[in-house]
């Protein structure tokens, strides 16, 4: 029968659907545990340099750079870094991302962006706004740091922003990522200052213009790294865990499909039986 | 000899973090040795190689750029690549330093020239630290 045969063909699909989403989620969940160890080996470093800028900062108030202070004309432009994925499949969190960019800023065509990944890209086009640099092809996302740096160090001192965001998905564990939202430029160099008794006495080659020259886009690299690096963690494991709900979904139509399936097979024979046992008590009288 | 607390520091992983008696370090200024009680001092550092005395043994390692921090009786440096010696491989450093001579050969530009020149600095640097640590090894 025709049905059958229709029903037959569907729960084999639903079992190739569920075939190929475990794989992808398998792989996602390699690769979801290579960039969380990633994102923890960069750890200590950052945080060493957070406590190095911290303490030479704190130390003198005097020194002024262009980095740490905003620009005195005000544009009303912002510079928007925006990490996104290269692939879908992965959920709500491009979604989630794109609606928090839009809850944060009003009118998304008054700043320009940057932006890591293709559906990044696609999203500003359609809303019109203006991408003045797209990473998506540096892959992994993290080759492209350093030119980004470069760039947006360029176009700050170049007064052409009030500031520059960084928006991106903050991983929080394998089952949660929120988007936010973080200012990089101007730097603000925040938290409690360690109690320093001996800091005076501490020398600073070859001068401070020149060592916070060198450490302040040092410094503002290592973060945008991090948000990278959280960024794509975040992405494998929303890939992650979207698959397996797509395989758990799969394995479960298949479930169903297979009843309705002995269902009309066992329908069609009862016909058959009671066919054969009509025509035989045709005959017999 | 007394001793103090080192810790050498990439992006990437914790590369050196030992007691030892004496470093020396290539700064914007020219190369530091750090005996203990050091008086403070924060200094940026070039690429080249570091060379540490502990209580057992003296190794050396090749480094990028990065930061040397020295508070009391504890040293940081922050460098953006460090290699003991015995990481390192000849017949690679030999093949990109041919690979950047070449590219420099061709009269490449921009990004791609400061690539290869940052390349070849990079590779005779850590030449230099394997053979010191062959010929320590040898004898």
Known sequence: MANIRLIKGRIKSAKNISQITKAMELVAASKMRKAQAQALSGKLYASKIYEMVLRLSSKVELVTHP??????????KRLVI??????????????????????????????????????????LVQSKALVVADFSLSVPFSEGIQALTELVTKEYLLHKYDGVDLVYNEFISALRQNPKKKTILPLTISGAVPPEEDMKETLVEPSYQEVFDELLPHYLENQIRDAVLQSEASEHSARMVAMRNATDNADSLAGELTLVYNKARQEKITYEITDMVTARLAVEV | MQTYHLDIITPVRNAFS?????????????????????????????????????????????????????RGNAVTLLVSRAYHADELNETEIKKAQTAAKEAIARRTSGAELSDAYSLLRRSFIEMKVLRRYKAKHII
């Open chain 1, 67 to 76: 980095l740490l202070t905003k620009p005195r004309d005000l544009t009303g």
């Open chain 1, 82 to 123: 925006l990490l996104s994925t290269n692939k879908g499949l992965c959920g709500g969190l491009n979604t989630n991302l794109f609606r928090y960019l839009i809850s944060q800023y009003e009118g998304l065509t008054r700043n320009e962006y940057v932006v890591f990944g293709k559906k990044g890209v696609h999203f």
């Open chain 2, 18 to 70: 030992e007691d030892v008696e004496y470093v020396s370090v290539p700064t914007k200024m020219g190369t530091v040795g750090v005996l203990p009680h050091h008086v403070g001092l924060f200094s940026s550092l070039t690429e080249g190689e570091i060379k540490i005395k502990t209580k057992q043994k003296e190794m050396f390692l090749a480094i990028g750029g990065g930061f040397m921090e020295i």
